[in-house]
């Protein structure tokens, strides 16, 4: 089957940047009480519904990944760009990072306790999202989390030029009350959402959206 062009331009482009996108997000998280605070929530309701395996995807460079594992997690991270792959790896040699798409997960039906997926929707078109969504459920075991992570607005735009070197990045920010009721189609219960304020100091342009999920059962 053909690659869509949206796919294989979103992986050309992370490739491009891996590197450089890795060096300036890896301790981001330390200056993001809330990030770490919805992180932290989705651990503690992972172990609680019995644990299991957490896939991270569109993990890019790992820190999430490494965040969830330091978490007492059994995390590992799934990316569509080979070479955020690699840079994972060599920044996090005790983890398992594989490449894949959210469109059609390399796992087993029902096989995970948790699933994350922080700003990498964000590249998926509205048309795709309900297969994403559809995805998500599959692989979720019943009583299973999601934590969704996204830019919040209306727009759609594409990131011509990144780090220097050009590139073809489309992205889209969302309405979390319009993403909420795609994954209630999908079977999957919200239950908590969080919109914050950009952070002051950071590349953040708009505010950013926080959906905490569960695969009922
Ligand atoms: C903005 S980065 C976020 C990386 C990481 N989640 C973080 O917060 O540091 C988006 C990542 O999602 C990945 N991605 C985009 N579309 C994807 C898809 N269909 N399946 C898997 N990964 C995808 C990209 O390759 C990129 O590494």
Do not use: C, N, W
Not at 166 to 173: A, G, T
Request: aromatic share 6%.
């Amino acid at each position: 089957m053909t690659e869509p062009d949206f796919l294989r331009d979103t992986r050309a482009s992370y490739d491009a940047v891996a590197a450089d996108y890795a060096a300036l997000f890896h301790d981001e998280l330390a200056s993001k009480p809330l990030d770490r605070a919805m992180l932290a929530a989705f651990a503690e309701l992972v172990k609680a519904a019995g644990g299991g395996p957490v896939a991270d995807v569109g993990s890019g460079p790992g820190r999430v990944t490494a965040h969830l594992d330091g978490l007492g997690l059994t995390a590992f991270g799934v990316d569509l760009s080979p070479e955020m792959v690699a840079v994972a790896r060599a920044a996090h040699p005790g983890l398992r990072f594989e490449e894949g798409s959210m469109l059609a997960l390399d796992l087993d039906d029902g096989s995970l306790g948790g699933v994350v997926a922080m700003y990498s929707i964000i590249h998926i078109p509205d048309e795709r999202l309900p297969e994403v969504f559809a995805e998500f459920h599959r692989v979720l075991a019943p009583g299973g989390h999601l934590l969704l992570v996204f830019q919040v607005g209306d727009e759609s735009g594409r990131r011509t030029e990144g780090f220097g070197r050009p590139m073809s990045l489309v992205f889209h920010r969302r309405q979390p009350d319009r993403v909420a009721e795609l994954l209630a189609k999908a079977g999957l219960e919200v239950r908590a959402r969080l919109v914050r304020e950009p952070e002051v100091g950071t590349v953040e342009k708009t505010p950013q959206g926080y959906l905490l999920v569960r695969k009922p059962g």
